[in-house]
């Protein structure tokens, strides 16, 4: 019986034999340049803010301001927290559990995309001006759960129409860069490349994964001090790391007991007074910078404990006017979509932290919860 394919399949310039194996090749390189080229434009397009004004500042006012908290409910866990869901009077739940096995530990740009057009559709329309009169009164507080979602992060600070720094706190270092996917291992290379973007203040990290000195690794921007590196208690040595700048936060790991002081951290900062001073600072905040004892998440943890993030957070309150802060780094059970999350799951999750006590967990991370929001509840009205 005939099929449409013969005449296609005649005018191949080659024997009979090949020519279906010839065809099914030219299928298959078509879809993956159409892939690879509808990477690299979303990988592109990343980078690109819409209706933002450079002009607009914030000044800090006597006012005295309060939390709006924000939950975006992507794993279920952040809804166990009753305490947490009733101390602070504005509270907004989102629902976006579908979501949740769609992009946790990563997922397609195109995925990432029609996740952000979501978030849009859902969240308030971002508008400058109102932003900074809100900011005037309000500190936004975005709770997203699991640290597997840390790449939402950057879709929130996509959503910011004016210019500000970024401090974020987490045990890796979340910037690799070229992925051919969104993955929360990538993301903070995006936002390096926002136009909203001034300096970002990478704290706390003690991971392995700073080694990776590869071509992964943004070196331009950590040479030039668009992200500076303070890690958790010594620094890093191997490859470029000696032409980078580092401020280890804490005292070495064998000296147990000596905490991080205010005057320790405002003597770190005080060389970027003003940068901090200059534009809003928006702080992420990924649990697994803590140890476990408090904060138990999907991930290996880190070295500082709730009181020595505490600290830093009532210190950068005094160099900067805080206007928006995400929260990360609850645990919940894996559940992912597609195989390829699955490979996921397997090959970078350490199975050993993501067979814990729920209920225990939940208990743990709704007191660190609860006393980093009273401490910056404090710290925006010191």
Not at 51 to 61: A, F, G, K, S, V
Not at 75 to 88: A, R
Not at 203 to 226: D, Q
Request: proline share 5%.
């Amino acid at each position: 019986m005939p099929s449409i394919l013969d005449p296609l399949l005649s005018s191949l310039p080659v024997s009979q034999k090949y020519r279906i194996p010839l065809f099914v090749g030219f299928v298959i390189a078509g879809y993956g340049a159409s892939w690879i080229g509808k990477t690299i434009w979303f990988y592109r397009r990343l980078s690109q803010i819409k209706q933002w004004d450079p002009n607009l500042t914030i000044q800090r006012e006597c006012k005295k301001r309060s939390i709006h908290l924000n939950v975006l409910d992507l794993d279920g866990t952040l809804l166990l927290q009753s305490e947490l869901l009733n101390t602070f009077e504005r509270t907004t739940i989102y629902m976006m559990q579908e979501w949740g096995p769609q992009l946790r530990m990563g997922c397609a740009y195109g995925t990432y995309y029609r996740f952000e057009n979501f978030l849009n559709a859902t969240l308030p329309d971002p508008n400058p001006q109102r932003e900074i009169n809100q900011a005037a009164s309000t500190l936004e507080v975005s709770m997203v759960g699991s640290n597997d979602f840390h790449h939402v992060s950057l879709l929130l600070l996509r959503r910011i129409r004016y210019r500000f720094n970024v401090v974020i706190f987490d045990n890796h270092p979340d910037w690799f860069q070229f992925a051919p996917m969104m993955h929360c291992g990538c993301w903070l290379n995006h936002v390096a490349k926002l136009p909203t973007v001034g300096t970002i203040f990478h704290m706390g990290g003690r991971s392995g994964e700073f080694n990776e000195t590869g071509f992964v690794t943004p070196w331009a921007e950590l040479i030039s001090g668009k992200i500076k590196v303070f890690p958790a208690y010594s620094k890093w040595t191997q490859g470029r790391w000696s032409k980078v700048p580092q401020t280890p936060l804490a005292f070495f790991s064998n000296m147990p007991g000596k905490m991080i002081t205010k005057e320790r951290i405002r003597s770190y900062l005080e060389p970027y007074r003003r940068q901090l001073q200059e534009l809003p600072l928006v702080i992420t905040l990924d649990k697994d910078v803590m140890r476990r004892d408090d904060a138990v998440q999907n991930w290996n943890s880190g070295f500082l404990s709730k009181e020595e993030i505490g600290v830093i957070l009532e210190v950068l309150a005094e160099f900067a006017v805080i206007t928006v802060v995400d929260i990360l780094g609850e645990w919940s059970p894996v559940k992912t979509r597609g195989l390829f999350r699955k490979w996921l799951n397997h090959h970078q999750h350490e199975q050993e932290y993501n067979n814990e006590d729920p209920k225990r967990a939940t208990e743990i991370n709704q007191k660190t919860n609860l006393y980093l929001l009273q401490t910056l509840a404090g710290a925006i009205n010191q």
